[in-house]
C-alpha cells in the first residue's frame, strides 16, 4: 500500500535515487511530514528554502537514524543529551547542540548550534538508512501555514514545487517535535513544545526544566513568532465559542470544537470537532488535518475553541495561539 506510485508520490527506491541526485521530497516522520533534501548538497538545502518561501534566517533540523551517525555533526554534548536520547529517541523530540564545522550556515541559519532529530516513523528510518548524509527536513508546508499529516497536504501545498511525496500513511503524533536545547548556563530548556511534554522530560533529568515559548518570552528560534501555524482564511481563537460568534454574524462560519458537543447548536454554522471524548493524542493527531479540512470548506471565517486541559494540551494551546487572532484579550 505504502510504495504505490500515483502523481507525485514516490516509492521508497523513487525516494532515494532523487535525494541522492539532490532533489526534495517530502518525507513521513511521527510528527508531521517534512520536506527533505540532502543536508551536504547546499543548493538542495537552498531550494528547501525556496520551494516553502521561508526566510534564510529560519534554520533546519538535520534527521539522522542514530546518535553515531550525528556525532561529527555536533560537539560538546551536555550529559543530559545521552539521558533523554536514551528515553525519548528515536522519537517526536529535537535537540538544539553546538555545531560542528561540518554544518553549513545555510542549516544553522548563522546559529551557533545545530538542531538534531531522530525519528521514529519505520519509512523516515528506512530511508535514512540507505543514505549516507543527514536529511534537513522543515515541516512539508509554504512557510506560516499548517504542518502536513497526511500526503495529500504536501500535493496540495507544495506539490508542484519538489520531486516527489513519500507515502507513508496519517502521522501519529500530529504537532511539531518538542525541541530542547540549553542555555549559556548549561540549564536545559525547551524552546518548542511538542508530544514529550516538559514533566516527562523533567523526569528524566530529575530536574525542573524552563519552558521558553509563547508570545511574551525571547524569540531564539522563528518557529516562536506568534503567528506561525495558520490556516489561509481568517481565523480566531477563543475558550468561549458560544459566547464570541455573535461577532461573526454576517460571515459564513466554521467552527472547530475541542470535543463534539452532543447537539451542534450552533447551527447556521459549518461545525468540525477535533475529537470525540477530548483525548489529547487524539486533538494532537486530528489539530492540523482539521484546520486544513475547514480551510478548504466554503467559510468566510474560521472560530476555534482552544485547548485548556493537560500538559499536552500546552502544545496544543500552543500551536492553536499562533493559527489565528485570540479573541479572549
Ligand atoms: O517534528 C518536527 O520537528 C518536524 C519534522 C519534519 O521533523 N520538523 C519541523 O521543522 O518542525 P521546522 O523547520 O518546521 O521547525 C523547526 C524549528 C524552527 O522553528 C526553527 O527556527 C527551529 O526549529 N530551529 C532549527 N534549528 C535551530 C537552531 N539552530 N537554533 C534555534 N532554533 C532552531
Ligand atoms: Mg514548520
Same mark, same amino acid.
Given at each position: 500500500?505504502?510504495?504505490?506510485?500515483?502523481?507525485?508520490?514516490?516509492?521508497?527506491?523513487? +525516494? #532515494?535515487?532523487?535525494?541522492?541526485?539532490?532533489?526534495?521530497? &517530502?518525507?513521513?516522520? %511521527?510528527?508531521?511530514?517534512? =520536506? !527533505? @533534501?540532502?543536508?551536504?548538497?547546499?543548493?538542495?538545502?537552498?531550494?528547501?528554502?525556496?520551494?516553502?518561501?521561508?526566510?534564510?534566517?529560519?534554520?533546519?533540523?538535520?534527521?539522522?537514524?542514530?546518535?553515531?551517525?550525528?556525532?561529527?555533526?555536533?560537539?560538546?554534548?551536555?550529559?543530559?543529551?545521552?539521558?533523554?536520547?536514551?528515553?525519548?529517541?528515536?522519537?517526536?523530540?529535537?535537540?538544539?547542540?553546538?555545531?560542528?564545522?561540518?554544518?553549513?550556515?545555510?542549516?544553522?541559519?548563522?546559529?551557533?548550534?545545530? +538542531? #538534531?532529530?531522530?525519528?521514529?516513523?519505520?519509512?523516515?528510518? &528506512?530511508?535514512?538508512? %540507505?543514505?549516507?548524509?543527514? =536529511? !534537513? @527536513?522543515?515541516?512539508?508546508?509554504?512557510?506560516?501555514?499548517?504542518?502536513?499529516?497526511?500526503?495529500?497536504?504536501?500535493?496540495?501545498?507544495?506539490?508542484?514545487?519538489?520531486?516527489?511525496?513519500?507515502?507513508?500513511?496519517?502521522?501519529?503524533?500530529?504537532?511539531?517535535?518538542?525541541?530542547?536545547?540549553?542555555?549559556?548556563?548549561?540549564?536545559?530548556?525547551?524552546?518548542?513544545?511538542?508530544?514529550?511534554?516538559?514533566?516527562?522530560?523533567?523526569?528524566?533529568?530529575?530536574?525542573?526544566?524552563?519552558?521558553?515559548?509563547?508570545?511574551?518570552?525571547?524569540?531564539?528560534?522563528?518557529?516562536?513568532?506568534?503567528?506561525?501555524?495558520?490556516?489561509?482564511?481568517?481565523?480566531?481563537?477563543?475558550?468561549?465559542?458560544?459566547?464570541?460568534?455573535?461577532?461573526?454574524?454576517?460571515?459564513?462560519?466554521?467552527?472547530?470544537?475541542?470535543?463534539?458537543?452532543?447537539?451542534?447548536?450552533?447551527?447556521?454554522?459549518?461545525?468540525?470537532?477535533?475529537?470525540?471524548?477530548?483525548?489529547?493524542?487524539?486533538?494532537?493527531?486530528?489539530?492540523?488535518?482539521?484546520?486544513?479540512?475547514?480551510?478548504?470548506?466554503?467559510?468566510?471565517?474560521?472560530?476555534?475553541?482552544?485547548?485548556?486541559?493537560?500538559?499536552?494540551?500546552?502544545?496544543?494551546?500552543?500551536?492553536?495561539?499562533?493559527?489565528?487572532?485570540?479573541?479572549?484579550?
Amino acid at each position: 500500500m505504502y510504495f504505490c506510485t500515483v502523481g507525485k508520490i514516490v516509492s521508497l527506491q523513487q +525516494a #532515494i535515487t532523487i535525494l541522492q541526485n539532490g532533489g526534495l521530497v &517530502a518525507i513521513p516522520t %511521527e510528527t508531521v511530514y517534512g =520536506l !527533505a @533534501a540532502n543536508a551536504l548538497n547546499l543548493n538542495s538545502v537552498e531550494n528547501i528554502y525556496k520551494s516553502k518561501g521561508r526566510p534564510s534566517n529560519n534554520p533546519l533540523i538535520l534527521h539522522f537514524n542514530e546518535w553515531k551517525d550525528a556525532e561529527p555533526f555536533v560537539q560538546n554534548v551536555p550529559e543530559d543529551f545521552f539521558k533523554l536520547y536514551a528515553k525519548f529517541s528515536p522519537g517526536p523530540i529535537s535537540y538544539l547542540l553546538p555545531k560542528s564545522a561540518l554544518v553549513s550556515e545555510k542549516i544553522s541559519a548563522k546559529n551557533t548550534t545545530v +538542531a #538534531i532529530r531522530f525519528p521514529s516513523h519505520p519509512i523516515a528510518k &528506512a530511508l535514512l538508512n %540507505e543514505l549516507n548524509f543527514p =536529511l !534537513a @527536513a522543515p515541516s512539508a508546508n509554504p512557510s506560516g501555514y499548517i504542518s502536513p499529516t497526511q500526503s495529500h497536504h504536501v500535493l496540495q501545498q507544495l506539490g508542484d514545487k519538489i520531486d516527489g511525496v513519500l507515502e507513508g500513511g496519517e502521522c501519529a503524533k500530529g504537532i511539531e517535535s518538542t525541541i530542547v536545547g540549553w542555555d549559556e548556563n548549561g540549564e536545559i530548556v525547551i524552546y518548542r513544545l511538542g508530544t514529550i511534554t516538559a514533566v516527562e522530560i523533567e523526569k528524566v533529568l530529575e530536574k525542573p526544566v524552563k519552558v521558553l515559548t509563547g508570545e511574551h518570552k525571547k524569540i531564539v528560534a522563528p518557529g516562536m513568532l506568534s503567528k506561525h501555524y495558520s490556516p489561509q482564511k481568517p481565523t480566531y481563537i477563543t475558550k468561549d465559542l458560544r459566547g464570541k460568534i455573535h461577532q461573526f454574524s454576517e460571515k459564513k462560519i466554521g467552527i472547530i470544537w475541542q470535543i463534539k458537543p452532543d447537539v451542534f447548536d450552533l447551527n447556521d454554522c459549518i461545525n468540525l470537532s477535533f475529537s470525540d471524548n477530548g483525548n489529547l493524542e487524539i486533538i494532537a493527531k486530528n489539530l492540523y488535518k482539521t484546520m486544513y479540512k475547514i480551510d478548504n470548506l466554503d467559510v468566510d471565517v474560521i472560530l476555534i475553541e482552544q485547548c485548556l486541559e493537560g500538559e499536552l494540551g500546552l502544545a496544543i494551546a500552543d500551536r492553536l495561539s499562533r493559527a489565528g487572532i485570540n479573541l479572549d484579550i
